[in-house]
């Protein structure tokens, strides 16, 4: 257990960390499943539209720490090939 006033307060800003960091990676989970279920449908209006958004927002959590840059490339990379497929 934590017992100096700085290991104490590690642990609440962790926790406070810890739920932000939480919220964002949903969140750009939220937009790769928009994209996959555009590409699952067919619609590659719908998915050229979905995949405009993914892209900031994967780059939005390399810059705040919470996807590694190559995590986030890949992604992306993956999902515009996907995308670039349909016909």
Known sequence: MANTPQAKKRIRRN????????ARVSRIRTFVKAV???LASGDKAQAE???RRVQPELMRGVAKGVVH????SRKFSRLSKRVAALS
């Not at 926790?15 to 939480?22: L, M, S, W």
């Open 15 to 22: 926790a406070r960390r810890t739920e932000i960091n939480g």
């Open 36 to 38: 996959e279920a555009a």
């Open 49 to 51: 539209e979905a995949i």
């Open 69 to 72: 840059k190559n995590t986030a």
